[in-house]
């Protein structure tokens, strides 16, 4: 079992950005590919960034590339998000999830076990 906490979220006007973090609660972390997702109201989960156990290789939706980067410290067991250049349609909530079945996986099917989310909004 992986319990993933996010952290990060808030308020923000368009432009500026945010950094989201994910603390996973196991010992095993640097074994799983992880990636964010974020559910926007009245919209389906939609897949944002992953990453690979090294952290080698890294995948992106094309509405956020270049302007997101995903990054993760296995030494402390977190995953990142640095958000740049927000605009208001990345408001949402992320989450961020863990696999050990797939790799650079952007179906949210594919992925195990998720966090409680964290609210991102961004003003216009």
């Known amino acids: 079992q992986v319990h993933l906490v996010e952290s990060g979220g808030g308020l923000v006007q368009a432009g500026g950005s945010l950094r989201l973090s994910c603390a996973a609660s196991?010992?095993?972390?640097?074994?799983?590919?992880m990636g964010w997702f974020r559910q926007a109201p009245g919209k389906e989960r939609e897949f944002v960034a992953t990453i690979t156990w090294t952290g080698g290789s890294t995948r992106y939706a094309d509405s956020v590339k270049g302007r997101f980067t995903i990054s993760r410290d296995n030494g402390k067991n977190t995953v990142y998000l640095q958000m740049n250049s927000l605009k208001p349609e990345d408001t949402a909530v992320y989450y961020c999830?863990?696999?050990?079945?797939?790799?650079?996986?952007?179906?949210?099917?594919?992925?195990?076990?998720w966090g409680q989310g964290t609210q991102v909004t961004v003003s216009s």
């Open positions: 196991t010992r095993t972390f640097g074994n799983y590919n």
């Open positions: 999830a863990a696999t050990f079945r797939g790799y650079l996986v952007s179906d949210p099917i594919q992925y195990d076990y």
